[in-house]
């Protein structure tokens, strides 16, 4: 059996931090992710996806994003069932994220969080476009068909 979701889309608002009565973090936020067409009016919709993450993760997301952010999600889907207060019973899907990653802002960075964190790993990533190992320097690539896997 397979559950598994990736999602990439923007926060709709800053990420709830709660924890646990026994002190496990957990963090909740809701995603809009485009629909990858168009409706008649030529306009793009988005589905609003609920995303719960936990522990230190949960933390991480809580301090270093925020609304507008865009982040990929990859998680499984889980599907619960309560009463609530008015006594009706509430189905509720959403999305428990095994990683969140923290997408470039592109430009000033004002969308909240820090650019360059990647998010789940808890590292740092301070590199820019121009250290990338393969960006294309003018000169020829030396690989032999030895190396190639085909």
């Known amino acids: 059996m397979l559950n598994r979701v990736v999602l990439i889309g923007r926060l709709t608002w800053d990420p709830e931090l709660r924890y646990t009565a026994n002190g496990v973090a957990v963090t909740s936020f809701r995603l809009a992710v485009e629909r990858p067409f168009t409706n008649q009016q030529g306009e793009r919709e988005a589905d609003f996806i609920d995303i719960v993450v936990w522990r230190q993760q949960a933390e991480n997301v809580a301090n270093y994003v925020k609304k507008g952010r865009m982040v990929a999600v990859e998680g499984r889907l889980q599907v619960r069932n309560y009463e609530n207060q008015e006594g009706r019973k ?61």
């Open 90 to 150: 509430v189905r509720v899907a959403e999305v428990v994220a095994d990683n969140v990653r923290f997408l470039p802002t592109g430009g000033s960075g004002g969308q909240g969080g820090n650019p360059g964190y990647e998010g789940g790993n808890g590292f740092q990533n301070d590199r820019n476009s121009s250290d990338d190992p393969f960006a294309d320097d003018g000169k020829p690539i030396d690989i032999s068909d030895d190396d190639l896997p085909f």
